[in-house]
C-alpha cells in the first residue's frame, strides 16, 4: 500500500507563487512516473504535470512555462512548483502515482 501526503495549498493572489509537495510512502516511488492534476468546481479531473522515473517531464499547455514538476527520490517526494499564479489555476490539486491518489490540497488564486 502507497500513501500519498500532500502538502497544505492556500490562497495567493494572482501573479504569485505557491510550491505543493507530496510525500509517498512505500518503496515504489522511484520506480514509477509521478504526477500532479487537479480538479476545479464543476469540472473533470485534468492533468497539469508528469514526470516520470527517468525525469521526462510533460506539461498541460495552460501550465507549461509557469509550472516546474520535481522529485526528490532519495526522500520519497514530488514537488510542483507554480508561478505566476492565474485565477483559473484555482482547484483541488492532487499527486498521483502509479494507481494510487493523494487527498488533494486546496489552491484558492484571487484576482
Known amino acids: 500500500q502507497v500513501q500519498l501526503v500532500e502538502s497544505r495549498g492556500g490562497v495567493v493572489q494572482s501573479g504569485g507563487s505557491l510550491r505543493l509537495s507530496c510525500a509517498a510512502s512505500?518503496?515504489?516511488?522511484?520506480?514509477?512516473?509521478m504526477g500532479w492534476y487537479r480538479q476545479a468546481p464543476g469540472k473533470q479531473r485534468e492533468f497539469v504535470a508528469t514526470m516520470s522515473s527517468g525525469g521526462r517531464t510533460n506539461y498541460a499547455a495552460s501550465v507549461k512555462g509557469r509550472f516546474t514538476i520535481s522529485r526528490d527520490n532519495a526522500e520519497n517526494t514530488l514537488y510542483l512548483q507554480m508561478n505566476s499564479l492565474k485565477p483559473e489555476d484555482t482547484a483541488v490539486y492532487y499527486c498521483?502515482?502509479?494507481?494510487?491518489w493523494g487527498q488533494g490540497t486546496q489552491v484558492t488564486v484571487s484576482s
Open positions: 498521483s502515482i502509479y494507481i494510487f
Open positions: 512505500g518503496s515504489i516511488f522511484s520506480h514509477y512516473g
